[in-house]
């Protein structure tokens, strides 16, 4: 690429990636105000690099606005590998005021809108803005537009949907420009304009597909997200597909394939079949209670760690005086009935039940629900959900609650993990099966047909090869 400016200057070349047809595409439609939604991969620095080189050969200054400094860092990164053919290129760059020019020429000014202040007092006739989606509320409206407007200027926004609040000033500001087509330009442009529908991707066919890089691959979209980890595909939809979902969406995926057992109703608990009568034999039973008093549900799932199987369920208010006698009689069932050290949530009231267990002869695990220690347990029932690792029991009520569980963003940053309010939504099914699978995972050996000595004598020689032990040693 060269450009002649026509106050004078040197003629530079610089290397610089040629555009794609999306990015052709949109900009032939240009307008004074262009906002560009674009799924990782979009090429969206290199479009702005190059136009950052066109404007400044024509000897005229700009500004580039980042929400922080590190974004900029990546795009000098960038910028180092289109001037390494020319000498001296490191003195076009001024650290310490966060410029970059090319002498004779232009200069852009790099503002990092952590302070948005900063900003302020200058005039150019082009702005660019990266990562609009991590862009504080109303900093373009007051600070960097007016900018462009004194000067008669062009403004073009680029990024991504914001994972943490995706509908937040960027979406605004793309919907506010489909309304003015005639002065502003919107595009939102998925990954080959793919879309997610009932847990699957369709590939896209409208003319947003002719925006994406020549070297999209829809299989390879396609595997990426099914290796995606269940409760980090609303994630991935919002980078990939550009969806503006309102928060992060569902926490489980993958619940109608997983709940597949057929149990057995007995008053108000649900039994595997075959348990009605005595235990598996080889069975390991891990079980999970979450505590409910006062208008709430105690909920107990036993699950076979052998067989990754839900194999019994109680679901039941306890009522009156002897409340908690009924939480602590179901607690005892549970330990005896299957031999295991139930883990029962010890939050709030529950904070007496390892001591009171004891009085039945009952040792259990406690478990203390926080901010810290909710998330990560429902993350791992998620995974084992939505990779069909595990098998439920087919129960309304069970599925109605999982599907309900809500993954949403925080004000202050992170996530909770909740039952919508209201509308007699509960989560205590959920809870009380993360409590039951916690730190199970499926067996990873499988004996088949082998003898027990003949699969230890082949890991042992695997071993032995892999670490080179002496067997003189042994």
């Known amino acids: 690429m060269a450009k002649i400016n026509p106050k004078g200057g040197e ?40 136009m950052m080189f066109d404007w400044l050969m024509t ?22 590998k289109c001037l390494k053919h ?40 082009l ?13 373009y409206e007051s600070v960097v537009w007016p900018i462009m407007k004194k000067a008669a200027g062009t403004f073009w926004g680029f990024g991504t949907p914001n994972t943490v ?14 309304r003015h087509p005639d002065s502003m330009a919107s595009y939102i442009i998925p990954y080959l304009n793919a879309r997610y529908v009932d847990g699957d ?21 396609r595997e990426d997200f099914h290796q995606t980890m269940p409760h980090m595909r609303a ?23 997983c709940c597949r057992l057929m149990p057995v109703q007995v008053g108000d608990r649900y039994w595997k079949p075959n348990l009605l009568t005595g235990n598996e034999a080889g069975a390991w039973y891990q079980a999970g209670v979450d505590v409910g008093i006062v208008h709430d549900f105690t909920v107990s799932s036993v699950i076979n760690r052998s067989t990754m199987e839900h194999v019994y369920m109680r679901r039941f208010l306890p009522q009156g005086q002897s409340k908690w006698a009924q939480v602590e009689k179901e607690i005892e069932y549970i330990a005896n009935r299957f031999q295991c050290n139930p883990i029962v949530d010890v939050t709030g009231a529950g904070s007496h039940l390892p001591e009171s267990m004891l009085a039945h002869g009952v040792m259990v695990d406690p478990f203390k629900f926080s901010v810290a220690t909710k998330q990560p347990l429902l993350d791992h029932l998620s995974s084992l959900v939505g990779s069909n690792k595990c098998v439920l029991m087919n129960i ?28 007699g939504s509960y989560d205590d099914i959920p809870i009380s099966l993360a409590l039951a699978f916690r730190g199970v995972t499926p067996p990873t050996v499988e004996l088949g047909n082998w003898s027990t000595t003949e699969k230890i004598s082949a890991e042992l020689l695997d071993m032995i090869a892999a670490t080179r032990i002496n067997l003189d040693h042994w």
């Open 165 to 178: 609040m995706p509908q937040n000033d960027f979406y605004n500001r793309l919907e506010h420009a489909k």
């Open 86 to 125: 020319i000498p001296n290129y490191e003195n076009w760059f001024n650290h310490t005021d966060y410029t970059f020019s090319i002498p004779g020429h232009g200069t852009c000014y790099f503002f990092s809108l952590e302070n948005p202040d900063n900003a302020r007092g200058f005039t150019f006739g």
């Open 59 to 80: 000897g005229q200054d700009m500004g580039w606005y980042a929400p922080t400094s590190k974004t900029h860092l990546n795009n000098w990164r960038e910028i180092y």
């Open 201 to 221: 991707l369709v590939p896209g066919t409208d003319q947003t597909y002719t925006m994406d890089f020549p070297f999209a691959n829809f299989d390879e979209l």
């Open 235 to 257: 994630k991935w939809r919002i980078e990939y597909l550009c969806e503006f979902i309102a928060d992060a969406g569902g926490q489980f995926d993958g619940i109608d394939e």
């Open 396 to 423: 309304p009520e069970l599925k109605n609650e999982l599907k309900l569980m809500q993954r949403k963003a925080r004000s202050t940053g992170g996530f909770s993990i909740e039952a919508p309010k209201g509308n």
């Open 127 to 139: 702005g660019l803005g990266d990562e609009m989606g991590e862009w504080a509320d109303g900093v």
């Open 11 to 50: 003629v530079y070349r610089f290397q610089i990636p040629l555009w794609h047809r999306g990015q052709m595409a949109v900009y032939a439609h240009k307008r004074r105000q262009n906002f560009i939604c674009a799924h990782r991969g979009w090429r969206k620095s290199s479009m702005q690099i190059w």
